[in-house]
């Protein structure tokens, strides 16, 4: 019998090692040879990274009469995305870039629904304004799922904007790769053709076959497994997927701690590899081992990366204390009924 440790604490909820079974096709893209693929340098053309993250919170969750007399479920939600800008280079110093909270007013798809703004009573804290966005469905759950698909489409528009663009086909050689966007997460939604790569904390699903997992406990720190071509049973995603090992697992860990799942979109020629794919795959361990956290500073160390815990604490404060919020909604309510 032996026995080794999940690598994050108990209190985090899953942990970090769950492997569920993949239920869908994996195929070799990059090589046909499975074996580690040291790191490489950093180019000098690659002058800008950005770490892309959003936060979202649900602030009330409601129920709504409108004038016309109809009824149903909503909610009030705020939602941040912002993004570090870092010199890959250490040459400069990192900036916070696009960090600011949206509101939205969820509401049951039946409903005619007017902005809301929350005034408060000092001029100088700002107005809270609220954009109506009919829910798809009216579970109780619905409001929740709306924020958090503005989330993540925001997300995804900030990240592509910010990164260079990705060739779809080998005739097409728009650009070599100057700015690389790191999200924190799995890709969503539709490819906008940036060079955008997201980065998987926690490994849920063992996507490769069983007599290729070995390669990821025997990975050194900065080694890569090689670019595979990723497409789930219902064919509705396709992404070219790698592992990186940013630190040497302890004794006591499972061996294949410190390992990240990296994702890029892949372009519709299953045979094509984009060059800038191949580059990020190269540097990535090199600037991923940079930004990784420590574990004394960080339970989810060394995967939740530096730049994601300071962009989670700016986006924190953009939202504002959930508590005056709160206030500011009940009193709002107030001031409709007529409630001194």
């Avoid at 990192?94 to 600011?100: F, G």
């Avoid at 396709?238 to 040497?248: A, F, G, K, N, S």
Wanted: glycine letters at 8%; hydrophobic letters at 40%; one cysteine or more.
């Amino acid at each position: 019998m032996r026995i080794r440790l999940d690598p994050w604490p108990v209190d985090i909820e899953g942990g970090q090692l769950t492997l569920k079974d993949f239920n869908g096709d994996i195929q070799d893209l990059e090589t046909p040879r499975w074996a580690a693929i040291p790191a490489r340098p950093i180019p000098e053309r690659l002058r800008q990274v950005f770490v892309v993250d959003g936060k979202r919170r649900m602030e009330s969750r409601l129920f709504i009469e409108d004038d016309h007399g109809q009824s149903g479920l909503g909610g009030f939600g705020a939602y941040v995305v912002g993004a570090v800008e870092l010199c890959p280079h250490g040459s400069r110093q990192a900036e916070l870039r696009a960090v600011k909270a949206a509101r939205i007013l969820a509401h049951a798809p039946d409903l005619r629904v007017d902005p809301t703004i929350l005034s408060p009573r000092n001029p100088h804290t700002g107005h809270l304004e609220y954009t109506p966005v009919a829910m798809q469905g009216t579970d109780p759950l619905a409001a929740l799922n709306t924020l958090q698909q503005h989330m993540l489409a925001a997300e995804q528009n900030l990240s592509h904007d910010l990164a260079s663009k990705v060739p779809a086909d080998d005739q097409d050689d728009r650009e070599w790769l100057s700015a690389l966007t790191v999200q924190d997460g799995t890709l969503r939604g539709r490819n906008l053709n940036g060079a955008v790569v997201g980065c998987v904390k926690t490994m849920e699903t063992m996507y490769l076959p069983a007599d290729r997992t070995s390669l990821l406990s025997e990975l050194k720190p900065g080694e890569r497994t090689p670019v595979m071509r990723m497409t789930y049973s219902n064919g509705q995603f396709t992404r070219l997927i790698w592992y990186v090992r940013l630190c040497e697992a302890a004794f006591y860990q499972h061996p294949m701690a410190g390992v990240m799942r990296l994702e890029m979109f892949a372009p519709d020629d299953p045979s094509f590899l984009p060059p800038i794919v191949r580059q990020v795959a190269n540097l990535s361990g090199t600037l991923l081992m940079r930004l990784g956290s420590h574990a004394h500073k960080d339970p989810r160390a060394p995967q939740n990366l530096i730049p994601t815990a300071a962009l989670e604490q700016a986006m924190g404060r953009s939202m504002g204390s959930a508590d005056l919020v709160t206030r500011r909604i009940r009193a709002h309510i107030a001031g409709l009924q007529g409630v001194a």
